[in-house]
Every structure is written in C-alpha cells, then in structure tokens.
C-alpha cells in the first residue's frame, strides 16, 4: 500500500485472469476437514494433513494466483479522452499506502490523458475525513475519487456532490467492485474482497500443510477492511487443523504505535503456537518487525506473515528479503488509479462503467524477480490506444 507503481525495471508480468479463483474462494467447503472423510484407514482429518480436501484445494489455488505471465485481461474499448477536466482525490489517510499508491496512479495516468488533480488528505479522522470532503465538493471539480473511506462516514457531502452531478468513483469504498446505488457512485474500483481474503486464507492453510495457529489483524473502523477479514476468518475455518489465536483490531492511523505493543504481547501469550499471521494491509508488518526482531524471532519465520493487501514496495522488499513477510495479496495500485481515470472519462462522456476487476495474485520471494511493486502488463497500452480514439 505505500509509494508509486509504476513499471520499472525487474517488474514482474501479470499473471493469469484467473475467474476460476472464485471457486477458490468459496467459504463453506468444510467436507475434506470433516472426521473420516478420506485417507488412510484410521486417519483422521487432524491427522498428517490437517484438512486434506481443503488443503488440496488451497494449494491449486495459490498455484495458479502466483502465475505471472499473461496478457492485460481488463477494458480495451471505450469512450475517447474528454479533455479539461479536474479530479479530487479524497485519501482517507496518506500514510495508508495503497491510498497513496492509487494517488500516484492517478496523477500519472491524468498527465497522459491531460487532466488536473488535487489531493485531499483526510488525516486519518473521521473529522478530517469530513473535511476534506467538504472542501472537494466545493471546489466544484468534474470528479471526486472517495480514496479508501466508506461514504457513509460524510453522507452530507456524497449527497452534496449527487445533487450537483459530480461523478463519484471509489476505490475500497464500498465491499464489491462496479456501480453503487447506496451510496451512490458511478463505480469502485477494487478486486474482488471475496478473492483476497480466499487466497490469502488458503495460501496460509497450504503453506502450514493444514496445521497453523493464526493471528489476524484488521482494521475494524474500515467497513471494506473489516469485511475482508470476517471472510478471511470464514475461510480459515474450513480447516479443521488450523486455529485461530487472536483477532486484533489495530486501526491503520494507529497501527505504528500500537502494532510493536500487540506483537510483543501476542508473543508472550501463544509463543511457538503462532505460526502464521495475516493482516488486511501489509503495513502492520513493516510495524511488528521490530518486536519480532527484539523477541529473537528469524526473519524467515516462523510466525509466517501473509498481507491481504496491498503489496507496497516495502512490503516486496520485506518479502524478497525474507524479514518478517513471506506473502502478500498485492493489489494493482498504479493500474487501478489508471483505471479511474478511464472510469472518470466513461463517465463524463455518458457511458457505463467498465465493471473491471482485476484479478487476485500472490506475491513471494520465489516469484517477484525481485520487484517491488505488482504492476500487471500491457493497461497503459490499452487505456492510451483506448484515450487516443
């Protein structure tokens, strides 16, 4: 979530489109964890492999979400560039990095395209949220981006801008990706909350080969992130063989300061018992190393640490490395501000959203090439070719 992802040199490929990560992603099939459900005679489902069904299927699954080569599978037609235009980005906070990650997306795609934008910083606060706000409504601008904070928290100022036809678009705004009525937005641009939290679930139940005691760690006051881990929670369920420990609300604005604290006490309660973590951003990581550093645990793990978003370049680096992380669930961030752009020009020229979402992939040290951001190939092309009509 943190810094630009623009291409550059050693960025890996994107990976394959692959839509059958939905299946993947389903929630409730419990029949490979269930007692005497296969095996060897007398061989339980808490037995060598802790849930061998559902560990079967995790592994396929994270194979195929860490592919990495193929072809741009988003828009290719679409309305020709409307040029003078100005967009606002509402940021819930800029020290969230996937925040600041689509902000600088933004501002590189409106360059090409020849758009002005301003940032808004919310601070963080729903005060300040609702400020910002405020202050883009009134700057009357031809588009507002609600940057990772539910509308719901400034419903005075998303009805404001409704009744004053101000395109609205979010990214993580609200829970599923395309146009929303309530609140009402031309669309949210985000992957699909359902596959991420899947997949970073079913990378921890193959990777610990059935059997973990888990940490998550979300962000309660954020209705997309809290979403993100009930389903995370949901999937590790599946599997009879792994346990959740803990599940710690750490708001982001606050998670530098009270991340080491809980790391340490979660330390001293569950000791070699916790094996593996999952955040729903990877900056909780970037916040626990030190604790971890300071108790004597290696680098390479254990506990194993997976992000559920967003896949800033610290994160790779901690990732390449092996300090602290050893996964994460990146998002797109430099496509996805490419993406509002375009959604922003559909919009201004009268047609519908795209309804695009890109797919899940998971990043390791084994198949990043030692980049440090997920930038999937071949969107800058096809917005210019679409802009350039």
Not at 7 to 30: H, I, N
Not at 214 to 227: E, G, H, K, Y
Not at 332 to 355: C, H, K, M, Y
Not at 357 to 364: D, F, K, L, Y
């Amino acid at each position: 979530m943190h810094g630009s992802r623009n291409a550059t040199p050693g960025a890996f490929r994107a990976r394959p489109a692959a839509r059958a990560l939905l299946a993947t992603a389903t929630l409730l099939a419990v029949v490979g964890c269930e007692r005497g459900s296969g095996g060897a005679p007398g061989e339980s489902a808490t037995g060598p492999s802790g849930c061998p069904a559902v560990q079967s299927r995790a592994k396929a699954a994270v194979a195929r979400a860490q592919e990495t080569d193929v072809p741009w599978d988003g828009p290719t037609s679409g309305p020709a560039a409307v040029s003078g235009k100005t967009i606002v980005y509402v940021a819930q906070t800029m020290t969230n990095p996937g925040v600041a990650g689509v902000a600088k997306g933004i501002r590189e795609a409106a360059r090409v395209i020849g758009w002005n934008v301003r940032v808004i910083d919310g601070g963080g606060t729903p005060a300040g949220i609702q400020a910002a706000m405020s202050e883009a409504v009134a700057l009357k601008p031809s588009g507002i981006v609600i940057g990772g904070f539910d509308p719901g928290s400034t419903s005075r100022q998303v009805s404001r801008a409704n009744a004053e036809r101000i395109p609205l678009i979010g990214w993580h705004a609200v829970a599923a990706p395309g146009p929303s009525r309530r609140p009402e937005l031309f669309t949210n641009v985000t992957t699909r909350v359902e596959e991420v939290g899947g997949i970073s679930a079913q990378w921890i139940i193959s990777n610990a080969n059935g059997h973990a005691g888990v940490v998550l760690i979300t962000d309660a006051s954020i209705p997309f992130a809290r979403n993100k881990s009930e389903l995370i929670r949901k999937e590790l369920a599946t599997c009879s063989g792994v346990k959740l420990l803990a599940y710690e609300n750490i708001p982001i604005p606050d998670a530098s300061s009270r991340t080491p604290r809980e790391i340490s006490s979660l330390l001293s309660r569950f000791g070699s018992s916790w094996t593996h973590s999952v955040a729903i951003n990877d900056l909780y990581f970037a916040d626990a190393a030190p604790a971890f550093r300071a108790a004597g645990r290696k680098g390479s793990g254990p506990p194993f640490n997976i992000g559920a978003g967003d896949g800033d370049p610290s994160a790779f680096q901690r990732i390449n490395s092996r300090q602290y992380q050893a996964a994460t669930v990146p998002e797109p961030l430099t496509q996805q501000g490419w993406q509002i752009v375009d959604e922003f020009n559909r919009a201004f020229s009268g047609r519908p959203a795209s309804g695009y979402a890109a797919p899940v992939h998971i990043a390791t040290a084994d198949n990043t090439g030692g980049a440090t951001s997920w930038d999937p190939s071949g969107y800058r092309e096809a917005y210019r070719k679409i802009w350039d009509r």
